[in-house]
């Protein structure tokens, strides 16, 4: 039986998940049907393009921009959510629980939502064998991307753990907001900074910000060095993954982020692993 699943986003056109769902569903032998879905940017008409999709039988649904905060809020009002998912605040994958009960009696429509893209990362970095366990980490960006990783990041058992950004108090805030969403998190002493400020010697540097996407380059200090570098964009080349190369660190864009999130996802709703390796090696 073809078992049904959307992409949902503004824009939408570019993405590259039905790409990348129909070779796992090769992979696996599971039959599917894997569309992009267009929503207008507004609350009301997510919630009506999920409702509808489950409704009619739709088994999965991935989450992207603008809509993960939209998600989260939607399955914090009809259903469940993951750790990660409430931590970060954000969804990108959503499915039916049929678990979850309302006076005993199970709710067949309750939307439970995951955030899979941190977990995504992870897996990427560990399959290029770059070292996690006691690594000193610092991330560029406090915004969404920066969010939904810092979680993994810490579970993975690194040491450190510096968040820069342009608007440092940004940062703090968002420090703040994680470490009373997650105990984990509370118990890293994170630092911040500006993203001049940020200095020193890292063993990964991350760059959580879109800026490459525009040919834009960070303000970022000569004093500033880190073994291997990694930017969460991919599509072309990204400037700051240029600068690191030049002073020899190992670099790495984001696309093997996005396929691993995409095979997490995928695992939630078909209960099948996937050899990332392969489907990378085809991409």
């Known amino acids: 039986m073809i078992q049904h699943f959307i992409v949902i986003g503004n ?5 590259k998940s039905p790409e990348i769902h129909s070779l796992f569903a090769a992979q696996t032998g599971v039959e ?16 009506a393009v999920i409702e509808a999709f489950f409704k ?16 989260y809020e ?9 750790e990660h998912a ?12 049929k678990a979850l009960l309302k006076n005993g009696i199970p709710i067949a429509e309750a939307i439970y939502g995951d955030n899979t893209d941190g977990q995504g990362l992870v897996n990427h970095m560990t399959s290029l064998g770059w070292p996690l366990k006691d690594a000193r980490v610092a991330i560029i960006g406090a915004g969404g991307a920066a969010r939904g990783v810092i979680l993994p990041f810490i579970e993975a058992g690194i040491a450190e753990l510096t968040l820069a950004n342009r608007t440092v108090s940004k940062a703090k805030d968002l420090v703040s907001e994680l ?17 001049e400020e940020l200095e020193g010697e890292f063993d990964i540097i991350i760059n959580a910000t879109s800026i490459g996407l525009s040919g834009a380059t960070l303000p970022l200090s000569d004093q500033l060095d880190g073994h291997y570098a990694y930017d969460m964009m991919y599509g072309r080349n990204l400037p700051f993954l240029q600068h690191f190369a030049a002073r020899g660190a190992q670099v790495s864009d984001g ?27 085809a991409l």
């Open 255 to 281: 696309y093997g982020m996005l396929i691993g999130q995409a095979a997490l996802s995928f695992e939630r709703w078909t209960g099948h692993a996937i050899d990332v390796a392969v489907i990378t090696d």
């Open 32 to 47: 599917i049907n894997y569309q992009r879905q267009y929503c207008p940017d507004d609350a009301a008409s997510f919630t």
């Open 11 to 15: 824009p939408i056109a570019h993405s």
């Open 74 to 82: 939607c399955c914090v009002a009809r259903g469940g959510l993951s």
């Open 86 to 97: 409430k931590v970060a605040g954000a969804v990108n994958t959503l499915l039916l629980n």
């Open 56 to 71: 009619g039988g739709g088994v999965g649904a991935n989450v992207t921009v603008p809509f993960k905060q939209v998600a």
């Open 179 to 195: 470490s009373a969403a997650s105990e984990i998190i509370a118990q890293q002493q994170i630092k911040t900074c500006t993203t």
